[in-house]
Structure formats: structure tokens, C-alpha cells
């Protein structure tokens, strides 16, 4: 197993298009995290899944975003109708459910919008 | 709401220095403490937790000792090396685990 694996690592895109990005879980990882990151700031938690069920979004993930992970492997994060201030590092974990185990990172997926 | 608040950077120091990177935290019940490292162009990557009051977490000649009656887990390294150089973030998860809060960094830069 490679790790978290980020699909693509770099977007640009145009204000206002619509943005999918991907991420693969370390396969026997029950849990899988969103997280948004600005420079010089920590990582922001978006949304969780376990398995395939979204647990929790956070009140700052607005309705232009939304996140699937529909067979509990693979997920999805898109973002609609693109802002400017969206522009950020979006970063993947996962991890097993059970305790407070470690969360292993992805390298992320670098978006600028123009 | 929990948070963590992370001394400010950056922290630059020559090598074989001792370092001290600040973290308190604000947290209901008994959460569990992290300390993640991101290498230039790397990602996130654990170095070191502590799961409950007085645990000494450790990796790498870092330590952070859980301090309940302070609420802070401040990281330690009696003598760095030039190869630490990155960006240091605190972090937290609630009582069942799950999603992490992080502080706001601290990026160290160490000189020959």
C-alpha cells in the first residue's frame, strides 16, 4: 500500500467552473477525512465518512460543496460554482475507526482559482 | 468549541539548540494530543500523541508531555538538527477520536 494517494495535485481553473477532486484511502481504513488548508494557517476540518457514510460537515463547508464516498473506498470532493476564496490546499486522511488512532495524510491537491 | 493555540513563528535556531514549540489546547473531556510535521514539500505526518493526562509522547528525540492541569503539550528536542526544518502543528481530537483540530503552526528553521 502506497498511502493516501490525491488526485490531481494541482487545479486551475477559472472562477466560476466546477472542481472534482479525488482521494484513495490506505485500503483497510474505515474512516476518511477532508480537510482545507490557507497559507500559514493549520488544516481546517471539512467533512468525515466512515465507511460510506458522511458523519459530520462542518458549518463553514458551504452548500457549493459537497463530498461522496459511495462504495466506502474512493472519495469525491466537488466544488460548485468556484470562488476565488476557495483557493487552498485540500487535503485527504484516513483512518481505522476504532480509538484514536493515527491519521495518515495525503499530499493534497493544490487549487487556485482565477 | 475545542481549539489549540500554538506558540507564533517563525523559530529560527542554530543546530544543536534546544526547542520549545508552545501548544495549549481548549477541550471538553479528555481529548487526545498530536503533534504532526510537514517537511518542504511533504505531507502530514504524525510524530508524535499522547492519549491521556501525563502520557509522554516521543519520536525522533521530540517529547511532549499531556498536561491536564495546564492544558498544554508543548514539544521538545534537546538539540536540533538542521533536517527538523519544517512546519510543526499541534492538534486534538474529542473523546471518541475522529476529526482532528489543529492549531495554526509553527514553522522552525534551523541554521548550520
Known amino acids: 500500500d502506497t498511502g493516501v494517494s490525491q488526485d490531481p495535485r494541482h487545479k486551475i481553473t477559472k472562477r466560476g467552473q466546477n472542481v472534482t477532486f479525488r482521494c484513495d484511502p490506505i485500503s483497510e481504513h474505515n474512516r476518511l477525512y477532508w480537510y482545507r488548508q490557507t497559507l500559514g494557517q493549520g488544516p481546517e476540518f471539512l467533512t468525515y465518512f466512515q465507511n460510506e457514510a458522511q458523519l459530520e460537515k462542518s458549518r463553514l463547508l458551504s452548500d457549493r460543496f459537497s463530498a461522496e464516498r459511495p462504495k466506502g473506498s474512493f472519495s469525491t470532493l466537488e466544488i460548485q460554482r468556484t470562488e476565488q476564496g476557495d483557493s487552498a490546499m485540500y487535503l485527504c486522511?484516513?483512518?481505522?475507526?476504532?480509538?484514536?488512532?493515527?491519521?495518515?495524510f495525503g499530499q493534497g491537491t493544490r487549487l487556485t482559482v482565477v | 468549541g475545542n481549539s489549540v493555540t500554538q506558540m507564533e513563528g517563525p523559530v529560527t535556531l542554530s543546530e544543536e539548540a534546544f526547542l520549545t514549540i508552545n501548544c495549549t489546547y481548549t477541550a471538553t473531556g479528555y481529548p487526545s494530543l498530536f503533534w504532526y510535521v510537514q517537511y518542504p514539500g511533504e505531507g502530514l505526518q504524525l510524530l508524535l500523541k499522547?492519549?491521556?493526562?501525563?502520557d509522554k509522547g516521543s519520536n525522533k528525540g521530540f517529547e511532549a508531555t499531556y498536561r491536564k492541569e495546564t492544558t498544554s503539550f508543548h514539544l521538545e528536542k534537546g538539540s536540533v538538527q538542521v533536517s527538523d526544518s519544517a512546519v510543526y502543528f499541534c492538534a486534538l481530537t474529542g473523546n471518541q477520536g475522529g476529526k482532528l483540530i489543529f492549531g495554526q503552526g509553527t514553522e522552525l528553521s534551523v541554521k548550520p
Open positions: 486522511a484516513s483512518s481505522l475507526a476504532q480509538g484514536h488512532t493515527e491519521a495518515f
Open positions: 499522547a492519549t491521556k493526562a501525563d
